[in-house]
């Protein structure tokens, strides 16, 4: 493909077995050739909060693969990865890939239920958790108009990172968490200078079964409907925190307060640090 060509744009969501739920994401199976101003523009021509761009690799199954929201490449997306996987697998079959991304390698398996759905299962590259200073969690704080009384204590402020940085807030309540009214620009720049991709804001349910939503300024969007790289990073922290211990599979509800419900499954295994991140994928017609 030459970058003057139109490259075929596939739309499917994430993170759901409904093209209107879960997070719909941009696919471009045969990205060779395009230039990064091209795959920005693509990007931010459909509005989507990812579109991934694949390149594929020298043997079966193996893909180099870009993300772009429609303001920035970011280093790692996973609803954008399920979603190209099983789009792939839509074409081939169910099986293994392995992406290539800024972030490192990410292998997915996609399988194929009884009723028919696709679901894909990602891999996390290697897993960090640090502290954050009590003046950055305040500064934050202010700018979505949340106050510590707000906070969790069970679950205090962390970044988490799984292939991309986020910054984890837990809410005391659910009602808290529904009402989500923030400093769009400011945010952005308290990212940006960060370099965070989302804020992981959750709720706790149960023990293993959590509410969360995803600010992404920094990538123009003022929300992420469902968010496979944050998911993951969020995994990593509970378990870094002691709040869940492998092995153990949780269920993680997003999407419900924009009317985009979407379920990620995150699992934590014993021998292995890294994250696994499930979820099913549709075409938008």
Do not use: K
């Not at 759901?16 to 523009?41: F, Q, S, W, Y």
């Amino acid at each position: 493909m030459t970058d003057d060509a139109s490259p075929r744009i596939l739309r499917y969501a994430a993170f759901t077995t409904r093209p209107e739920g879960g997070n719909p994401a941009g696919v471009v199976l045969d990205a060779a050739g395009l230039t990064d101003e091209r795959m920005l523009a693509i990007a931010a021509e459909l509005g989507y909060s990812e579109t991934a761009f694949l390149t594929a690799g020298a043997t079966e199954g193996a893909y180099g693969v870009r993300y772009f929201s429609p303001l920035t490449e970011v280093p790692f997306c996973g609803h954008a990865t399920v979603a190209s996987a099983v789009a792939l697998a839509a074409r081939t079959g169910p099986g293994q890939y392995v992406f290539t991304t800024a972030a490192g390698e990410v292998p997915v398996q996609v399988d194929q239920d009884a009723e028919g759905v696709l679901r894909a299962t990602l891999t996390s590259v290697e897993p960090q958790v640090e502290d954050v200073t009590g003046a950055d969690v305040d500064e934050v704080l202010a700018l979505l108009g949340w106050a510590r009384t707000d906070l969790d204590p069970a679950l205090p402020p962390r970044i988490a990172y799984a292939g991309a940085r986020h910054l984890v807030l837990a809410a005391a309540t659910r009602d808290r968490l529904a009402r989500l009214d923030y400093d769009f620009d400011g945010l952005a720049a308290y990212t940006r200078a960060r370099d965070l991709v989302t804020l992981q804001l959750v709720w706790r349910e149960a023990r293993d079964v959590f509410h969360v939503r995803n600010p992404f300024p920094v990538g123009g969007v003022v929300e992420d409907p469902a968010t496979g790289a944050a998911a993951a990073a969020f995994g990593a922290y509970l378990r870094e925190q002691g709040a869940a211990a492998a092995p153990t599979v949780l269920t993680l509800h997003q999407g419900e307060d924009l009317g985009r419900p979407g379920v990620l499954h995150v699992e934590l295994r014993t021998a292995d640090s890294r994250i696994r991140v499930s979820g099913a994928a549709v075409a938008i017609p």
